[in-house]
């Protein structure tokens, strides 16, 4: 829009002012409450807080609540008590006005020049959605307020007076010019929630979230991005510009590389969802068009450039699509190359194992048969030394024993003295027999224990081989759900 370009006056503007406990509007307010309504119209400037910015209405509506679109005398005079409570209790009093431009109001079915009939319970159940705002955190300080819709031939206004019974005491410290003001967000929604509950666009946007949602984000789910080569190109080169942490990988954290995202999810939406997207600018361009008439000219007007927060949404939503896609596809070539460095390293170790398996068995079978060959030298010798050994003492106690036979004295004691002598010395062959042969049983089983630990070792390296087949099988019954 150019500055020659005509100024867009809003179809709905909404305002609040606010005035302390002490004034004279405040006082004025409470004392039109319960009067009729042609009394409070003819003093309307006696409470109203935009004198400056509207006139006596022509007609007023009866007052509404929360609750009550008609009020009874009784009610009316419960809701004059309150007002005066909360004046008593230094409450501020807030004067909202929502003003329509008839021609929107007229455009929108809301109402009848002819027979001048305002569809005054829609206006009413928007008012209660605005104003809800103020108290959808709790209501603490007991927020009420009264309303009533005033009615002139150009705008037709509703004005909206709100007090706290229970203000909070922190806020009494305050200047009233502080206590009164309301955070612009809350403003904001206040008069978005008024406007979007009139305009009724609720199957618009719906139609809206199809086209994004169903259509052109649900055909790139089902649609590689490995079939195009230019797609492929912009993925891959998308790529290097995403950081390193996959963790980061979301369409709100990756600055860098986010234009290369909504350039690939231009690229697909306007060549492989040509009518969908066409229809979706027709339908913002007509969104743009009306919020600009009730909302008018922004002061700001770069803000006419501004992208429809329908359309970030399209982009947010399909770039997180496509980097889902890069990423899924990061994991499976990553995959792929562990698995194959896995096969070599499975390989290499194979006959790595085979070889030293072979050289163990060679160098087992000469130890073996070294030792068995050492062995049976020793066994010889053990099992020949005692029958030498006894033949010489045999040979020693036959002259021994022919030397008695001559000799004097107790012969019988000395020849038993060397028969125990002769049984001791077989015993203690006997015993180093024994030993010498546990010795051999203590090296050969030295032997076998290093077979048992190759063995235990192939084992091992054949167990994590089934674990690896059966992640694969996994990986592979996994993948079968997903498709």
């Known amino acids: 829009m150019s500055k020659d370009d005509k100024k867009i006056i809003p179809a709905i503007v909404h305002k609040v002012r606010w005035v302390s406990c002490g004034s004279k509007k405040f006082k004025s307010y ?8 042609a009394t409070r119209n003819y003093n309307f400037d006696d409470f109203s807080l935009y004198n400056d910015y509207m006139g006596n209405p022509e007609k007023s509506g009866s007052l509404f609540t929360e609750k ?7 009610e009316i005079k419960e809701l004059k008590k309150n007002f005066e409570l909360a004046q008593k209790n230094k409450s501020m009093m807030w004067q909202d006005v929502f003003s ?15 027979t001048k009939v305002l569809d005054e319970a829609k206006i009413r159940n928007a008012i209660r959605k605005s104003m809800g705002e103020l108290t959808k955190d709790g209501n603490e300080n007991e927020l009420i307020w009264s309303a009533s819709i005033h009615y002139n031939t150009k705008h037709i206004h509703v004005h909206v007076a709100s007090v706290e019974l229970k203000p909070n005491k922190e806020n009494l410290k305050k200047d009233f010019r502080e206590r009164g003001k309301r955070k612009m967000k809350v403003i904001k929604t206040m008069k978005s929630k008024f ?3 009139l305009r009724n666009r609720d199957e618009f946007y719906k139609e809206l979230d199809v086209l994004v949602r169903d259509n052109m984000v649900g055909s790139k789910k089902e649609y590689s991005f490995m079939k195009d080569r230019i797609l492929r190109e912009k993925m891959l080169n998308m790529l290097r510009h995403l950081p ?4 980061e990988w979301n369409y709100e954290r990756i600055k860098e590389a986010k234009p290369y995202v909504d350039s690939l999810s231009k690229y697909y939406v306007e060549n492989f969802c040509r009518d969908d997207f066409q229809r979706f600018k027709k339908m913002i361009i007509e969104d743009k068009k009306e919020q600009l008439k009730i909302y008018g000219t ?6 006419l450039s501004e992208p429809h927060y329908k359309e970030a949404d399209l982009y947010r939503r399909m770039g997180n ?3 889902k896609e890069l990423k899924d596809f990061v994991k499976e070539e990553e995959y792929k190359n562990k698995r194959l460095q896995y096969l070599k390293e499975k390989k290499k170790y194979k006959n790595r194992s085979y070889r030293s398996k072979k050289e163990n068995e060679k160098k087992n079978k000469i130890n073996l048969a070294d030792n068995k060959k050492n062995y049976d030298i020793k066994m010889d010798r053990e099992i020949n030394k005692p029958f030498e050994e006894k033949k010489a003492n045999n040979n020693e106690f036959k002259k021994e024993d022919n030397n008695l036979k001559n000799s004097d004295g107790n012969k019988k004691n000395i020849l038993d003295d060397k028969k125990s002598s002769y049984n001791k010395l077989n015993k203690d062959s006997e015993s180093k027999y024994k030993n010498e042969n546990n010795s051999m049983k203590f090296n050969l089983a030295v032997a076998m224990n290093n ?3 190759a063995i235990r070792n192939d084992l091992e390296h054949y167990i994590n081989m089934l674990e690896f087949e059966k992640m694969e099988r996994q990986k592979e019954y996994e993948s079968g759900l997903e498709i």
């Open 30 to 37: 409470i004392d039109y409450i319960d009067r009729d309504e």
């Open 68 to 74: 009550n679109d008609y009020m009874t005398k009784k």
């Open 100 to 114: 329509f431009n008839n021609d929107w109001l007229i455009e929108n079915g809301y109402f009848n020049p002819k």
């Open 195 to 197: 406007i979007n509950d």
């Open 244 to 247: 390193k942490d996959k963790r």
């Open 298 to 303: 922004p002061k700001d007007l770069s803000k």
């Open 321 to 323: 699509t496509i980097i």
């Open 451 to 453: 077979v048992k630990r």
